[in-house]
Protein backbone atom coordinates (compact mmCIF):
# COMPACT_ATOMS: atom_id res chain seq x y z
CA UNK A 1 0.00 0.00 0.00
CA UNK A 2 1.22 3.52 -1.11
CA UNK A 3 1.20 5.98 1.91
CA UNK A 4 2.15 8.66 -0.51
CA UNK A 5 3.01 9.56 -3.24
CA UNK A 6 4.77 13.50 -3.88
CA UNK A 7 6.40 15.36 -6.63
CA UNK A 8 9.84 15.44 -6.22
CA UNK A 9 11.00 18.31 -8.69
CA UNK A 10 9.94 21.91 -7.87
CA UNK A 11 10.21 22.89 -11.14
CA UNK A 12 6.77 22.84 -12.48
CA UNK A 13 5.80 25.81 -13.42
CA UNK A 14 6.45 25.72 -16.85
CA UNK A 15 5.11 21.80 -17.04
CA UNK A 16 1.63 24.09 -16.10
CA UNK A 17 1.19 25.05 -19.70
CA UNK A 18 1.88 21.65 -20.91
CA UNK A 19 -0.89 19.56 -22.17
CA UNK A 20 -2.22 17.42 -18.76
CA UNK A 21 -1.50 14.24 -20.47
CA UNK A 22 1.54 15.76 -20.25
CA UNK A 23 1.99 16.63 -17.04
CA UNK A 24 0.29 13.68 -15.69
CA UNK A 25 3.27 11.82 -17.26
CA UNK A 26 6.05 14.19 -15.75
CA UNK A 27 4.66 13.50 -12.65
CA UNK A 28 4.74 9.93 -12.81
CA UNK A 29 8.21 10.05 -13.37
CA UNK A 30 9.40 12.98 -11.14
CA UNK A 31 7.81 11.31 -8.07
CA UNK A 32 8.58 8.80 -5.05
CA UNK A 33 6.66 6.58 -3.53
CA UNK A 34 6.63 6.16 0.44
CA UNK A 35 5.22 2.61 1.27
CA UNK A 36 6.13 2.44 4.71
CA UNK A 37 6.35 5.13 7.78
CA UNK A 38 10.04 4.88 7.75
CA UNK A 39 10.42 6.73 4.56
CA UNK A 40 9.85 9.78 6.65
CA UNK A 41 13.22 10.10 8.66
CA UNK A 42 14.94 9.03 5.24
CA UNK A 43 13.21 11.09 2.36
CA UNK A 44 12.56 14.78 3.04
CA UNK A 45 9.70 16.28 2.18
CA UNK A 46 11.14 18.81 -0.25
CA UNK A 47 13.19 16.57 -1.74
CA UNK A 48 13.75 16.60 -5.25
CA UNK A 49 15.50 14.67 -7.78
CA UNK A 50 17.80 16.84 -10.13
CA UNK A 51 20.03 15.77 -12.86
CA UNK A 52 23.56 16.60 -12.88
CA UNK A 53 24.93 15.11 -16.49
CA UNK A 54 23.82 13.65 -19.90
CA UNK A 55 26.45 12.55 -21.88
CA UNK A 56 26.89 9.04 -22.33
CA UNK A 57 25.90 5.14 -23.51
CA UNK A 58 25.13 3.37 -20.57
CA UNK A 59 26.65 5.10 -17.19
CA UNK A 60 27.83 2.73 -14.03
CA UNK A 61 29.64 2.57 -10.61
CA UNK A 62 28.96 5.85 -9.69
CA UNK A 63 31.95 6.62 -6.89
CA UNK A 64 32.55 9.95 -4.51
CA UNK A 65 36.37 10.58 -4.90
CA UNK A 66 38.27 12.65 -1.35
CA UNK A 67 38.35 15.44 -3.63
CA UNK A 68 34.46 16.06 -4.29
CA UNK A 69 34.38 14.78 -8.02
CA UNK A 70 32.43 11.73 -8.75
CA UNK A 71 33.69 8.92 -10.59
CA UNK A 72 31.71 7.03 -13.06
CA UNK A 73 32.17 4.41 -15.81
CA UNK A 74 30.79 4.33 -19.26
CA UNK A 75 30.90 0.33 -20.48
CA UNK A 76 29.63 0.62 -24.17
CA UNK A 77 32.08 4.12 -24.76
CA UNK A 78 34.95 2.27 -22.92
CA UNK A 79 35.88 5.39 -20.66
CA UNK A 80 35.81 6.40 -16.95
CA UNK A 81 34.61 10.04 -16.27
CA UNK A 82 35.27 12.64 -13.39
CA UNK A 83 32.14 14.85 -12.92
CA UNK A 84 32.19 17.65 -10.74
CA UNK A 85 29.29 18.65 -8.88
CA UNK A 86 28.39 20.98 -11.41
CA UNK A 87 28.17 18.82 -13.84
CA UNK A 88 31.19 19.84 -16.11
CA UNK A 89 33.09 16.65 -16.87
CA UNK A 90 36.28 15.02 -18.28
CA UNK A 91 37.56 12.10 -19.58
CA UNK A 92 39.75 10.36 -16.93
CA UNK A 93 40.50 7.23 -18.70
CA UNK A 94 39.72 6.24 -22.44
CA UNK A 95 40.58 3.24 -23.22
CA UNK A 96 39.14 2.20 -19.91
CA UNK A 97 38.96 -1.22 -20.92
CA UNK A 98 39.44 -3.76 -23.85
CA UNK A 99 41.34 -2.69 -26.76
CA UNK A 100 41.34 -6.16 -28.66
CA UNK A 101 39.60 -5.33 -31.92
CA UNK A 102 38.43 -8.80 -32.55
CA UNK A 103 35.90 -8.21 -29.32
CA UNK A 104 32.46 -7.27 -30.92
CA UNK A 105 30.60 -6.86 -27.31
CA UNK A 106 28.35 -4.73 -26.29
CA UNK A 107 29.96 -3.19 -23.15
CA UNK A 108 34.54 -3.25 -23.93
CA UNK A 109 34.46 -0.53 -20.93
CA UNK A 110 34.90 -0.99 -17.33
CA UNK A 111 31.94 -1.05 -14.85
CA UNK A 112 32.03 -0.98 -10.93
CA UNK A 113 34.24 1.79 -9.21
CA UNK A 114 34.73 1.81 -5.41
CA UNK A 115 37.28 4.18 -3.41
CA UNK A 116 39.55 2.24 -0.99
CA UNK A 117 40.86 3.43 2.48
CA UNK A 118 43.90 5.38 0.94
CA UNK A 119 41.39 7.45 -1.47
CA UNK A 120 42.62 5.31 -4.41
CA UNK A 121 39.96 4.46 -7.13
CA UNK A 122 39.54 0.88 -7.68
CA UNK A 123 37.85 -0.73 -10.47
CA UNK A 124 35.99 -4.08 -11.80
CA UNK A 125 37.64 -4.14 -15.23
CA UNK A 126 34.15 -5.54 -16.97
CA UNK A 127 35.59 -7.62 -20.19
CA UNK A 128 39.26 -6.86 -18.97
CA UNK A 129 38.22 -9.86 -16.79
CA UNK A 130 40.20 -8.04 -14.26
CA UNK A 131 39.98 -6.19 -10.94
CA UNK A 132 42.68 -3.50 -10.83
CA UNK A 133 43.13 -0.14 -9.18
CA UNK A 134 44.87 3.36 -10.13
CA UNK A 135 47.63 4.09 -7.68
CA UNK A 136 46.76 7.38 -8.36
CA UNK A 137 43.74 10.13 -9.11
CA UNK A 138 46.47 11.98 -11.68
CA UNK A 139 48.58 10.30 -13.77
CA UNK A 140 45.95 7.32 -14.36
CA UNK A 141 48.70 4.85 -16.33
CA UNK A 142 50.12 3.78 -12.83
CA UNK A 143 47.68 0.83 -12.24
CA UNK A 144 48.01 -2.39 -10.36
CA UNK A 145 46.40 -5.42 -10.90
CA UNK A 146 43.98 -7.13 -7.80
CA UNK A 147 43.11 -9.98 -8.82
CA UNK A 148 42.44 -11.70 -12.52
CA UNK A 149 41.77 -15.06 -11.99
CA UNK A 150 40.22 -18.12 -9.60
CA UNK A 151 42.52 -21.65 -9.87
CA UNK A 152 43.79 -20.65 -13.32
CA UNK A 153 40.64 -19.39 -14.88
CA UNK A 154 40.35 -15.87 -15.83
CA UNK A 155 36.89 -14.11 -14.24
CA UNK A 156 34.11 -13.88 -16.56
CA UNK A 157 33.59 -9.84 -16.39
CA UNK A 158 34.29 -8.61 -12.88
CA UNK A 159 31.11 -5.90 -12.63
CA UNK A 160 30.45 -4.44 -8.75
CA UNK A 161 32.58 -3.98 -5.78
CA UNK A 162 33.14 -3.12 -2.36
CA UNK A 163 35.60 -2.78 0.33
CA UNK A 164 35.02 -3.91 4.05
CA UNK A 165 36.61 -1.96 7.08
CA UNK A 166 39.94 -4.19 6.98
CA UNK A 167 40.71 -3.55 3.56
CA UNK A 168 39.33 -6.70 2.04
CA UNK A 169 37.93 -6.36 -1.34
CA UNK A 170 33.95 -8.19 -2.48
CA UNK A 171 33.40 -8.06 -6.02
CA UNK A 172 31.14 -9.84 -8.22
CA UNK A 173 31.61 -11.53 -11.79
CA UNK A 174 28.55 -12.11 -13.78
CA UNK A 175 29.48 -12.51 -17.76
CA UNK A 176 27.96 -9.01 -19.07
CA UNK A 177 31.23 -8.18 -20.10
CA UNK A 178 31.87 -11.36 -22.78
CA UNK A 179 30.83 -10.33 -25.89
CA UNK A 180 27.57 -12.68 -25.84
CA UNK A 181 26.66 -11.76 -22.31
CA UNK A 182 25.81 -15.81 -21.95
CA UNK A 183 26.85 -18.52 -20.06
CA UNK A 184 27.51 -20.31 -22.91
CA UNK A 185 29.97 -17.66 -24.23
CA UNK A 186 33.36 -19.36 -26.00
CA UNK A 187 35.75 -17.00 -24.01
CA UNK A 188 33.91 -17.87 -20.66
CA UNK A 189 36.55 -20.37 -18.83
CA UNK A 190 35.14 -20.40 -14.98
CA UNK A 191 31.77 -22.94 -15.19
CA UNK A 192 29.54 -20.36 -12.74
CA UNK A 193 29.20 -17.15 -11.87
CA UNK A 194 31.08 -16.21 -8.77
CA UNK A 195 31.39 -13.97 -5.92
CA UNK A 196 35.07 -13.34 -4.51
CA UNK A 197 36.64 -11.58 -2.04
CA UNK A 198 40.47 -10.60 -2.15
CA UNK A 199 42.06 -10.44 1.87
CA UNK A 200 43.58 -7.14 2.31
CA UNK A 201 43.53 -5.77 -1.36
CA UNK A 202 43.96 -1.78 -0.11
CA UNK A 203 47.09 -2.60 1.31
CA UNK A 204 48.79 -4.40 -1.52
CA UNK A 205 51.69 -1.87 -2.46
CA UNK A 206 51.56 -0.66 -6.08
CA UNK A 207 53.32 -2.88 -9.06
CA UNK A 208 52.27 -6.04 -6.37
CA UNK A 209 50.79 -9.61 -8.40
CA UNK A 210 47.44 -10.62 -8.73
CA UNK A 211 46.21 -12.27 -5.19
CA UNK A 212 44.32 -15.42 -5.62
CA UNK A 213 40.51 -14.56 -4.46
CA UNK A 214 38.52 -16.60 -1.93
CA UNK A 215 35.14 -17.74 -3.41
CA UNK A 216 32.86 -17.19 -1.27
CA UNK A 217 29.37 -17.34 -3.52
CA UNK A 218 28.62 -20.11 -6.69
CA UNK A 219 25.19 -20.39 -7.10
CA UNK A 220 24.24 -17.15 -8.55
CA UNK A 221 23.07 -16.75 -11.68
CA UNK A 222 23.88 -13.35 -12.12
CA UNK A 223 25.52 -11.74 -9.16
CA UNK A 224 25.65 -8.06 -9.62
CA UNK A 225 25.78 -5.07 -6.88
CA UNK A 226 27.50 -5.93 -3.72
CA UNK A 227 27.29 -4.27 -0.29
CA UNK A 228 28.06 -4.81 3.16
CA UNK A 229 25.80 -4.00 6.60
CA UNK A 230 27.25 -1.37 8.39
CA UNK A 231 28.34 -3.86 11.01
CA UNK A 232 29.99 -6.60 8.49
CA UNK A 233 28.16 -8.80 9.81
CA UNK A 234 26.14 -9.59 6.16
CA UNK A 235 26.93 -9.41 2.57
CA UNK A 236 24.78 -8.34 0.40
CA UNK A 237 24.52 -9.46 -3.28
CA UNK A 238 21.76 -8.42 -6.20
CA UNK A 239 21.10 -11.14 -8.90
CA UNK A 240 20.27 -9.18 -11.95
CA UNK A 241 18.78 -12.42 -13.62
CA UNK A 242 15.09 -11.44 -15.12
CA UNK A 243 13.99 -14.62 -13.80
CA UNK A 244 14.72 -14.37 -10.54
CA UNK A 245 14.97 -10.73 -9.67
CA UNK A 246 16.19 -10.77 -5.79
CA UNK A 247 18.70 -8.95 -3.35
CA UNK A 248 20.11 -11.58 -1.40
CA UNK A 249 21.64 -11.62 2.56
CA UNK A 250 24.48 -13.92 3.64
CA UNK A 251 26.05 -13.88 7.07
CA UNK A 252 29.73 -13.27 6.74
CA UNK A 253 31.54 -15.42 8.82
CA UNK A 254 34.69 -14.21 10.84
CA UNK A 255 37.53 -16.58 8.62
CA UNK A 256 35.79 -14.60 5.43
CA UNK A 257 33.50 -17.40 4.47
CA UNK A 258 29.68 -16.98 4.21
CA UNK A 259 27.01 -19.00 5.56
CA UNK A 260 23.41 -19.81 3.46
CA UNK A 261 21.92 -17.26 1.67
CA UNK A 262 18.42 -15.87 1.94
CA UNK A 263 16.30 -13.83 -0.36
CA UNK A 264 15.99 -10.21 1.62
CA UNK A 265 13.51 -9.00 -1.32
CA UNK A 266 12.22 -10.19 -4.83
CA UNK A 267 11.42 -7.25 -7.17
CA UNK A 268 9.71 -9.92 -9.40
CA UNK A 269 6.40 -9.17 -11.35
CA UNK A 270 7.26 -5.32 -9.91
CA UNK A 271 5.82 -2.86 -12.33
CA UNK A 272 9.06 -0.13 -13.81
CA UNK A 273 11.80 -0.74 -15.86
CA UNK A 274 15.12 -2.36 -14.62
CA UNK A 275 15.55 -4.65 -12.26
CA UNK A 276 18.16 -5.18 -8.96
CA UNK A 277 21.64 -3.85 -10.31
CA UNK A 278 24.19 -1.89 -8.30
CA UNK A 279 23.54 -1.21 -4.80
CA UNK A 280 24.34 0.50 -1.28
CA UNK A 281 23.85 1.01 2.05
CA UNK A 282 23.36 3.69 4.47
CA UNK A 283 24.59 3.82 8.79
CA UNK A 284 21.34 2.75 9.53
CA UNK A 285 21.64 -0.47 7.00
CA UNK A 286 18.78 0.30 4.79
CA UNK A 287 19.56 -1.07 1.27
CA UNK A 288 19.70 1.38 -2.10
CA UNK A 289 19.65 -0.69 -5.60
CA UNK A 290 18.26 0.21 -8.91
CA UNK A 291 14.89 -1.72 -9.09
CA UNK A 292 12.06 -1.36 -11.28
CA UNK A 293 10.91 2.47 -12.07
CA UNK A 294 14.44 3.86 -9.96
CA UNK A 295 15.75 3.57 -6.60
CA UNK A 296 14.25 0.79 -4.09
CA UNK A 297 14.95 1.64 -0.63
CA UNK A 298 15.21 -1.28 1.57
CA UNK A 299 15.02 -1.87 5.45
CA UNK A 300 17.85 -4.21 6.98
CA UNK A 301 14.48 -6.94 7.41
CA UNK A 302 13.83 -6.81 3.65
CA UNK A 303 10.45 -4.20 3.88
CA UNK A 304 10.76 -2.31 0.53
CA UNK A 305 10.68 1.56 2.14
CA UNK A 306 10.36 3.50 -0.60
CA UNK A 307 10.90 4.20 -4.44
CA UNK A 308 12.64 7.01 -5.89
CA UNK A 309 11.67 6.88 -9.26
CA UNK A 310 13.83 8.37 -12.18
CA UNK A 311 12.96 8.78 -15.59
CA UNK A 312 15.47 6.34 -16.73
CA UNK A 313 16.61 3.12 -16.26
CA UNK A 314 18.86 3.18 -13.45
CA UNK A 315 22.13 1.29 -13.15
CA UNK A 316 23.79 1.97 -9.94
CA UNK A 317 24.15 4.03 -6.88
CA UNK A 318 26.86 5.92 -4.48
CA UNK A 319 27.13 8.37 -1.71
CA UNK A 320 28.62 11.88 -1.99
CA UNK A 321 28.45 15.26 -1.29
CA UNK A 322 29.98 17.20 1.87
CA UNK A 323 27.35 15.97 4.63
CA UNK A 324 27.59 12.33 2.99
CA UNK A 325 23.63 12.54 2.64
CA UNK A 326 23.52 12.69 -1.37
CA UNK A 327 22.58 10.08 -2.94
CA UNK A 328 24.23 10.00 -6.62
CA UNK A 329 22.37 7.94 -9.38
CA UNK A 330 23.23 6.58 -12.65
CA UNK A 331 20.66 5.59 -15.12
CA UNK A 332 21.72 5.60 -18.81
CA UNK A 333 22.80 8.51 -19.97
CA UNK A 334 22.42 10.52 -17.42
CA UNK A 335 23.54 11.30 -13.73
CA UNK A 336 21.23 12.01 -11.25
CA UNK A 337 21.30 13.14 -7.64
CA UNK A 338 18.93 13.52 -4.54
CA UNK A 339 19.50 14.78 -0.89
CA UNK A 340 18.02 12.65 1.68
CA UNK A 341 18.00 12.90 5.67
CA UNK A 342 20.63 10.15 6.50
CA UNK A 343 24.26 9.67 5.94
CA UNK A 344 25.38 6.59 3.88
CA UNK A 345 27.47 4.30 4.20
CA UNK A 346 30.95 4.12 1.57
CA UNK A 347 34.18 5.54 0.85
CA UNK A 348 35.62 2.51 2.45
CA UNK A 349 33.52 2.39 5.50
CA UNK A 350 34.99 6.05 6.98
CA UNK A 351 31.51 7.69 7.30
Given at each position: MILSRVVLHPLLLAAAL??????SQMQA???IDRLTSAATAIIPRTAHLEKVATCCEWLEGPAWAPDGRLFVSDTDLNEILAVASDGKRRIFKKPSGLTDPSFHGKEPGTNGNAFDTF???TVAGHALHQVFRFDRLEG???MTVLADRYQGKRFNSPNDLTYASDGSLFFTDPPYGLASQQDSDPKKELPFNGVFMVRGAAHKAPGSTPTEPILLIR???RPNGIALSPSEKYLYVANSDPANPVWMRYPLEKNGTVGAGEVLLSAKGAPGVGGPDG???DVKGNLYGSGPGGIWIISPEGKHIATIHVPERVSNCGWGGADWQTLYITASSSVYRIHLDIKGLDLARRH
Open positions: APMSLLELAGRLSSSDMTIKV
